[in-house]
T-cell receptor, first 118, second 111 residues
Framework: DTGVSQDPRHKITKRGQNVTFRCDPISEHNRLYWYRQTLGQGPEFLTYFQNEAQLEKSRLLSDRFSAERPKGSFSTLEIQRTEQGDSAMYLC????????????????FGPGTRLTVL | EDQVTQSPEALRLQEGESSSLNCSYTVSGLRGLFWYRQDPGKGPEFLFTLYSAGEEKEKERLKATLTKKESFLHITAPKPEDSATYLCAVRPQGGSEKLVFGKGTKLTVNP
């Protein structure tokens, strides 16, 4: 089964450290999304890529956050100078966007990376 | 602003006791309403997509329905393995096709 995969599954870090997460989407999917989910809340959109281009960023994505998808395949999300408020589950999702105005597809999510900032 | 409200926040049922979860929404042009199931510590698992009012979809003990302002997830004769958080999301008009989620309903089914 080649679903969305994320690495690592869990990360514990100290405040002020930098962390990087990786997402591998479903292979034929050209769009990749990052969401953040805190306890008791639904996922919130952070950013998305169409192939290698980052096309939208949420205002939730502060300057300490950066995301890349260099070859249009896997993506990385880096958080610099982590703060305790960054503790959350970081979710990745992918979708095959239609080339024409065809039926819309469904976003499939990975297992997430649980970040704990001490 | 696009918004999704789910109720109740938590629901406890006895095995076999049918019920419904509600998802009400306000959105600038609906391009799909989605139901996901999420188990603790895991990513959301896709259940259903609904596109237009009057549409219904079923899968095992679950049935999702859609009106112009809300969606219901009906659970018939639930089993303990149906215990999870059920998330509702809408996809507004706009190029990103990002999902806007509600906070979810945590369902517990007791044997």
């Amino acid at each position: 089964d080649t679903g969305v995969s994320q690495d690592p599954r869990h990360k514990i870090t100290k405040r002020g450290q930098n962390v990087t997460f990786r997402c591998d989407p479903i292979s034929e999917h050209n769009r990749l999304y990052w969401y953040r989910q805190t306890l008791g809340q639904g996922p919130e959109f952070l950013t998305y890529f169409q192939n290698e281009a980052q096309l939208e960023k949420s205002r939730l994505l502060s300057d300490r956050f950066s995301a890349e998808r260099p070859k249009g395949s896997f993506s990385t999300l880096e958080i610099q100078r982590t703060e305790q408020g960054d503790s959350a589950m970081y979710l990745c999702a992918s979708i095959q966007a239609p080339r024409l105005a065809g039926p819309l597809d469904t976003q499939y999510f990975g297992p997430g990376t649980r970040l704990t900032v001490l | 602003e696009d918004q999704v409200t789910q109720s109740p926040e938590a629901l406890r049922l006895q095995e076999g006791e049918s019920s419904s979860l509600n998802c009400s929404y306000t959105v600038s042009g609906l391009r799909g309403l989605f139901w996901y199931r999420q188990d603790p510590g895991k990513g959301p698992e896709f259940l259903f997509t609904l596109y237009s009012a009057g549409e219904e979809k079923e899968k095992e003990r679950l049935k999702a329905t859609l009106t112009k302002k809300e969606s219901f997830l009906h659970i018939t004769a639930p089993k303990p393995e149906d215990s999870a958080t059920y998330l509702c999301a809408v996809r507004p008009q706009g190029g990103s096709e990002k999902l806007v989620f509600g906070k979810g309903t945590k369902l517990t089914v007791n044997p």
